[in-house]
């Protein structure tokens, strides 16, 4: 994947501490427009990154993940179907803030995050408090997060985080499927979303500012 031009992979040191080299330049250096930058934070294999790219070419979308296996399939899907609309980035979600300017970012989509039940993992938890404040820190006003999850947990943990942190939630549903929603991108279904459907879990969507 080093060969691939949309594939970024910043080293340690670059982001460590440190503010990356496309941080607060991504509209000039690697769009080329100004279009509204979208993030898929765990992106996996980037299902969401290249069919939100499809569906919005007037937006920019960047596909973020550690795993670089599972990004290779987005990045080359998007690669084959020339979609100059779509980069991933290869890192861990805690750097953003060294990897996105403030203000920098107009949505994020969080999708099946690992629900992380154990107390003492509440921090890695893509909706825990530590998370949302560097999610706001590289936001635009009003920005719109999210989350699509399979567990029970993680989507009641994440409504009392944004209740007790007095956040606005926009869209919340314990079983998206039996809601008829009209919004067809939320039909997207992801690896782990077909294999969480396939063992009978129902799909639960939050949309919220932070
Ligand atoms: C359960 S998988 C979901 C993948 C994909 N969104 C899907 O729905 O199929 C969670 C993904 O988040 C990534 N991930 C978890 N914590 C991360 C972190 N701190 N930084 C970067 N990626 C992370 C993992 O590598 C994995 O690909």
């Avoid at 100004?34 to 979308?61: D, I, M, Q, S, W």
């Avoid at 998370?131 to 009003?142: A, D, W």
């Avoid at 943990?157 to 008829?180: A, E």
């Amino acid at each position: 994947m080093t060969a691939y031009p949309n594939v970024i992979a910043p080293g340690f040191e670059e982001v460590f501490g440190a503010d990356f080299r496309l941080k607060g330049c991504w509209a000039d250096e690697v769009f080329g427009n100004r279009h509204p930058l979208v993030l898929e934070l765990g992106c996996g294999k980037g299902e969401y990154t290249v069919a939100l790219a499809r569906k919005y070419p007037e937006k920019n979308f960047i596909g973020v993940d550690i795993k670089g296996a599972r990004m290779w399939v987005g990045a080359t899907d998007a690669l084959q179907n020339h979609l100059a609309n779509v980069t991933f980035l290869r890192t861990r979600i805690e750097f953003i803030r060294s990897c996105f300017a403030s203000g920098e970012v107009s949505e994020i989509w969080l999708t099946f995050p690992d629900p992380q039940p154990q107390q003492s993992r509440e921090n890695k938890r893509l909706t825990s408090p530590r998370f949302l404040q560097s999610y706001r820190e590289i936001m635009q006003p009003g920005g719109m997060i999210h989350l699509k999850t399979d567990s029970q947990f993680l989507f009641e943990y994440t409504c009392n985080i944004l209740k007790s942190n007095n956040l606005r939630i926009i869209t919340c549903t314990d079983d998206l499927y039996n809601v008829g929603s009209t919004d067809d991108i939320l039909s997207v279904q992801t690896y782990y979303e077909k294999m969480f459907m396939d063992k009978g879990y129902t799909i639960k969507y939050l949309k919220f500012e932070v």
